[in-house]
């Protein structure tokens, strides 16, 4: 999708984070620009160690982390490997012992508890009551809670303040939680770089900040305590961006095979006593996917002619949208990763066509046909061209969808500028709609006219999905006429109808005259 309103593409639009959710800025000088940089791409256990190095304000530091589970162990190969000491807290440290890296420290929770400030809790909720007997050396400490439900909202409080009531004299953080076991283990290039930190103590936070940096992530200061229970809920969700697009594509494969199947195989079985539910796997499936794809890859371009002509009409960029058109805006490139799925599943299944058993028992009955009726010369011009230019139209419409949905990648998209990017999801995008219309067309040639193609009075599939598609490029076309095009711009830019600035201007009547006029713009 476009980055602006108004723009279409296959990549989400780029918004402004809030303020509650800036990445921290911590100036690290030393170890932490090191892991940040070129020694990410490294094996985990080839960096070398920060313990002795100064300038950190956090390597070298001992911290603690109570449990002994996937992920405890996890984090302290990381913490290990990123300069710091490690003491591991557990109930049974002799039979644990040899789960953990040689450099980290393995004794009881009591003991460990003592030997630093900053202590991760890695241990499930349900667990936390086997932490009060260690109330009294846990005063003044940091408990970083790393913990997650199984359900989304599973409790009436989140874990972290379940944590904080239950050690009212500690400093509870929040955070790492949307980190997995195997990111730790592998490295942050491996996984998502985002360490999600939430607290009531600002300096907690920072101390906790810190450490996620040295050890390669990135923290994002998600704001208050009362946080906790959103960014917990995030690791359950599943695909939170992609419903609404992929209850949309199926609605429209639904559809769209209901059509093709009354068409294709009831029509004949109910008109001509011909059994073609054989078709039902392969060919009717083949017919329902381009449909969806072209369909879908309108829809990805026609919120943005939504948007221009709200702009046009209220005169502003300034008035908010709809609620449905700025979700549907948010899910363009969801929407069209799945149209460039369908049309990829449709070239597969194109190319599987002649491998079909009632392919080959068709071509031998047309052969006998044609031998029967003596017929020497089946070539029919206009068709051959036809196929070719299908054929041809439909392999370039699919190589420009490749292209968009490659760059619709975040590692690809943040490596293009401004320019690129819009030249590619808006105008290279567009020109996949032309193209994608040309091969649809080409496809249906004058069988629109032909009155033995409206099966039970029904038209053609592919003149239903030439709608949508006709009416963006239309729109377009229409956009792009100069009076229109450069008031859309003047609005993109700031310009607001109905609005002027007054400037009052010395009168030059005279050389000494202090009279006074004024001017409208």
Not at 273 to 291: A, M, S
Not at 483 to 495: K, M, P, T, Y
Request: aromatic share 10%; hydrophobic share 45%; net charge positive.
């Amino acid at each position: 999708m476009g980055r602006e309103g108004g723009a279409g593409g296959l990549t989400s639009e780029r918004l402004p984070r809030s303020p509650r959710t800036a990445p921290l800025a911590l100036p690290l000088p030393g170890p932490a620009q090191r892991m940040s940089g070129g020694d990410m791409a490294k094996p985990l256990l080839g960096h070398r160690s920060v313990e002795g190095d100064p300038t950190a304000p956090a390597a070298g530091r001992t911290i603690g982390v109570l449990g002994s589970g996937d992920f405890a162990r996890s984090l302290a190969i990381r913490l290990v490997c990123s300069g710091f000491k490690v003491v591991v807290g557990s109930r049974n440290p002799k039979r644990k012992a040899g789960l953990f890296p040689s450099a980290a420290e393995v004794t009881f929770q009591a003991e460990a508890v003592k030997k630093t400030d900053v202590i991760f809790v890695a241990v499930f909720r349900e667990h936390y009551s086997t932490l009060c007997d260690l109330a009294d050396v846990l005063v003044g400490k940091i408990l970083v809670d790393v913990s997650n439900n199984t359900e989304i909202n599973h409790h009436k409080e989140s874990n972290a303040e379940y944590l904080a009531s239950l050690f009212p004299a500690c400093t509870v953080v929040k955070g790492f939680n949307v980190v997995s076991a195997w990111t730790l283990q592998s490295g942050a290039r491996d996984g998502n770089k985002q360490v999600l930190i939430c607290s009531n103590n600002q300096e907690a936070k920072r101390t906790i900040a810190e450490i996620a940096q040295v050890m390669g992530f990135t923290p994002i200061d998600m704001g208050c305590m009362s946080s906790a229970c959103e960014i917990e809920n995030i690791p359950l969700r599943l695909l939170p961006a992609w419903k609404i697009p992929i209850f949309l594509s199926l609605g429209l494969f639904l559809c769209f095979f209901t059509y093709n199947l009354v068409r294709q195989v009831i029509h004949p079985y109910i008109r001509e006593q011909k059994n073609k539910f054989y078709k039902i796997p392969i060919e009717v499936v083949n017919t329902t996917l381009p449909c969806v794809a072209y369909v879908m890859l309108s829809l990805v371009y026609l919120p943005g002619v939504l948007a221009a002509c709200l702009q046009l009409y209220y005169g502003t960029k300034y008035r908010r949208f709809p609620d449905w058109l700025d979700q549907w805006l948010q899910h363009r490139k969801q929407i069209g990763l799945l149209s460039f799925f369908c049309a990829a599943l449709h070239a597969v299944y194109s190319l599987c066509l002649p491998m079909r058993r009632s392919h080959r028992y068709q071509l031998i009955e047309t052969a006998v046909k044609q031998a029967v009726e003596k017929k020497m010369n089946i070539w029919v011009e206009e068709e051959v061209w036809r196929m070719e230019i299908y054929i041809s139209v439909g392999i370039i419409a699919l190589g420009l969808l490749s292209l968009l949905a490659i760059t619709s990648l975040p590692s690809i998209a943040n490596s293009l500028n401004w320019r690129e990017f819009s030249f590619i999801q808006s105008t290279l995008g567009f020109i996949a709609l032309l193209i994608s219309t040309l091969h649809t067309l080409t496809y249906g040639w004058s069988r629109a006219f032909d009155e033995n193609q409206y099966k039970f009075y029904l038209p053609p599939t592919y003149t239903l999905t030439l709608l949508v598609p006709c009416t963006v490029i239309l729109a377009k076309v229409i956009f792009s006429l100069p009076c229109i095009h450069h008031r859309l711009v003047r609005i993109r830019r700031g310009w607001e109808k109905g609005r002027y600035v007054k400037f009052v201007l010395p009168s030059a009547t005279g050389d000494y005259s202090s009279g006074e006029t004024s001017s409208h713009v």
